[in-house]
């Protein structure tokens, strides 16, 4: 079984799910779709900001009810909410400004994931999903604010691989959890025999020393 610390990582694994099927619907729209005006496309993906944060705030409801810490996930609901809200409220401006925006919002994000996955779990595989998600993350954050108008595909493209990772490691996660709670149930067992193997022995032990 492997240990997973009480962090952001750990979350419930649907949570992962859900988050990972909306980033690669909103990257496969923003990357394959025919191109269109600008602000058409930065009101999509602030409208899919937006809906990342109110998923994070719900995974902070459950976090704070399963008492596993909350502060992480109420951090970055904020920052997908603040930077939502800044593309969704300035469609209309200069292309610089949502170029800086999304290239600063995929970098921090790559860089957070990179700490995560060093940091929440020792998992082989779930480290190097978040890893290798982060990695992506920092890199197309820094390609981005080199690139053109055409930023928004590099984005969507971080966006695919960011979904995959995230249904990856939901799906994953719940084989985890399955296979935790057979290896207690087994355990669980064990131990009980072990009980009543010293049990029976201490009954014997104390008839022969009447």
């Known amino acids: 079984m492997a240990h997973i610390n009480r962090k952001y990582i750990d979350s419930h694994w649907l949570i992962f799910v859900i988050k990972g099927l909306t980033a690669i619907l909103i990257g496969g729209y923003t990357l394959f779709s025919p191109y269109r005006s600008l602000s058409s496309v930065v009101t999509t993906v602030g409208i899919f900001l937006l809906s990342f944060s109110i998923i994070e705030f719900v995974n902070a409801l459950y976090r704070a009810r399963q008492k596993t810490g909350w502060a992480v996930s109420v951090c970055l609901a904020i ?8 593309l969704l409220f300035t469609a209309d401006q200069d292309v610089s400004w949502h170029l800086y925006l999304i290239a600063g919002y995929t970098f921090v994000r790559g860089f957070a994931e990179i700490v995560s996955g060093f ?20 890199i197309m954050g820094i390609v981005i ?5 055409f930023f928004i595909r590099y984005f969507g493209v971080y966006l695919l691989i960011l979904g995959t990772c995230a249904l990856f490691y939901g799906v994953h996660n719940r084989a ?3 296979e935790d709670k057979v290896a207690r149930k087994e355990a669980a067992e064990k131990a009980a025999k072990t009980r009543k193997a010293h049990a029976k022995k201490a009954r014997k032990v104390a008839r022969r020393t009447k």
């Open 119 to 138: 940091r929440a779990t020792v998992d082989p595989t779930d480290r190097f999903t978040w890893v290798f998600s982060g990695m992506i993350g920092a």
């Open 79 to 86: 920052i997908d909410a603040v930077i939502a809200l800044a």
């Open 176 to 178: 985890q959890k399955i």
């Open 145 to 149: 604010l080199n690139s053109n108008e």
